[in-house]
């Protein structure tokens, strides 16, 4: 038995490897993802003031720090029965839009594009950022001048680029001004320019590696996403399941989510493993993210990326295929800058009404303990990799008890799981595997773009990470630590 690690793997957020056990016959026995790295924000958030808690979790990532945000102030306001008025949420889902302009073309252009760009099997040493802005020095610059769009426009609405600070219990701390409104809508409509080009760049992509689109990280699974009546939704709506063929399974709201996704732990990672409770691990297997959002979402309610969009489904219907979540991702993209330009040319987004405040003063923390009650408050967002979801237990004063997270990335890790196995079960044949094999392996996580920064949170990590190994015949060969 040999034993053959990709670590780490490359362009994502976060440190994880792959590993794949091939037998004496030069066939794969078994093969996994594994995330090796734990952070505690759960458990950091016990005893601290639930207000708190947006200003703590956006530092759980730096690259999905309004998400965490803006789920935190969502559970929040539950947690103290506020009903924020209209133009906070629309300064709300304005910030996350930002987000979404950032990361995106973050993702795509500098973590996810070298492979198609410069090809799967391409040196390593060109297959990176470097490499884009060598070969094609337009094509990284239109990048770099996309994703400063959206930190621009999260820096505005949100205070800080980084770590915003603005969406607060009730609303928002501040809004903006009228100046700022017509600086962000300027912005918008050139972001939406530079996404165009971005398209004609990247469609023939696609047609180009068909057959990688086809072979790579097969699995399938139900799908998971927020929607608006339909449409697509990132910042508010209920939870929407569909099976394998589209269709629908489940619908509920964010304060439910417990009566239908559960977490397994795994030995081989420090990652949790989320599944549909009611249909049972690993049937219950589902996704999150572009590609899923895509398959659940029946509209998208804005020009261009409507377009997109049909194009997309009369090619894919629901889509399975993991690569997929490349161009999923950016028609999203587009999206996010044409939605950003509705709502910064509604003059409302300037008003002043932007927080409802508590009617009563609360408890001291020695008044919240003498009384014995609890509040909980659970806000769910769509993360740009999937719902993300921020459940809250308080006492009555507001201190927190309990803290749940459920991120985006730790929704799709069995889908990464199954499809970096069934991918090296069929492509590897032999104990010497090419640099561009593994590569091809790793375009799967990456196709994820996934966070693992944001989605290990609080396992019981006394016990080393360990993978069974078994034979052809299903007989457990050994237990190997890694």
């Not at 910030?95 to 979404?100: K, P, S, T």
């Not at 889908?415 to 640099?435: L, N, W």
Request: charge should be negative; charged fraction near 25%; hydrophobic fraction near 40%.
């Amino acid at each position: 038995m040999k034993n053959i690690e990709i670590s780490p793997v490359s362009r994502i957020e976060g440190h994880a490897k792959i590993t794949v056990q091939v037998d004496d016959a030069g066939n794969v026995a078994d093969a996994h993802f594994h995330v090796m790295e734990i952070r505690g924000f759960e458990k950091f958030l016990e005893g601290a003031a639930v207000e708190e808690a947006p200003r703590i979790t956006p530092r759980i990532c730096g690259i999905c720090q309004t998400a965490h945000h803006l789920a935190s102030a969502k559970a929040t306001d539950m947690v103290f029965g506020l009903e924020i008025p209209e133009t906070a949420q629309k300064l709300r889902e304005l910030m996350l839009l930002g987000q979404y302009i950032h990361s995106h073309s973050l993702h795509f252009y500098f973590l996810g594009a070298p492979d198609l760009v410069m090809g799967p099997e391409s040196d390593p040493a060109m297959r990176n950022v470097v490499g884009i802005l060598k070969s094609n020095p337009d094509l990284a610059m239109m990048a770099i001048k996309t994703r400063k769009i959206g930190q621009t426009i999260t820096g505005v609405v949100g205070g800080k680029p980084i770590s915003p600070v603005t969406a607060i219990p009730g609303g928002q701390s501040r809004g903006i001004t009228a100046e700022q409104q017509a600086e962000l809508l300027s912005e918008a409509k050139n972001a939406i320019n530079l996404i165009e080009q971005g398209v004609e760049v990247a469609k023939p992509l696609f047609a180009q590696y068909s057959e990688a689109i086809e072979a790579l990280g097969p699995v399938e699974s139900h799908f998971g996403a927020l929607t608006n009546g339909g449409s697509i939704e990132f910042y508010d709506g209920p939870a929407r399941i569909i099976d394998k063929s589209g269709n629908q399974v489940y619908e509920f709201a964010a304060a439910d989510y417990l009566d239908y996704i559960e977490e397994k732990v795994q030995p081989w990672s420090y990652l949790k493993f989320p599944y549909l409770k009611q249909i049972g691990f690993p049937e219950g297997n589902y996704r999150v993210g572009p590609l899923a959002r895509l398959n659940v979402a029946d509209s998208i309610p804005t020009e261009k990326a409507s377009a997109l969009y049909g194009e997309y489904k009369d090619q894919y219907g629901i889509a399975q295929n993991a690569l997929l979540y490349h161009y999923a991702r950016l028609i999203e993209l587009m999206y996010a800058a044409e939605r950003a330009v509705q709502l910064l040319e509604d003059d409302s987004i300037t008003g002043t009404d932007l927080r409802k405040q508590l009617s009563e003063p609360l408890l001291t923390k020695e008044e919240a303990e003498a009384s014995g009650e609890t509040k909980r408050g659970v806000g769910m967002i769509e993360a740009t990799r999937g719902i993300l979801i921020h459940d809250y237990e308080t006492d009555a004063g507001g201190f927190i008890k309990r803290a749940n997270l459920i991120v985006s990335t730790g929704q799709n890790n069995l889908s990464m799981d199954i499809g970096v196995r069934e991918t090296a079960k069929q492509m590897i044949h032999g104990e010497e595997v090419s640099e561009g094999l593994k590569n091809k392996l790793e375009m799967i996580v990456r196709a994820y773009d996934p966070c693992l920064s944001c989605a290990t949170h609080a396992i019981d990590g006394s016990s080393p990470l360990q993978v069974d190994i078994y034979d052809s015949e299903g007989q457990l060969l050994k237990k190997h630590l890694l």
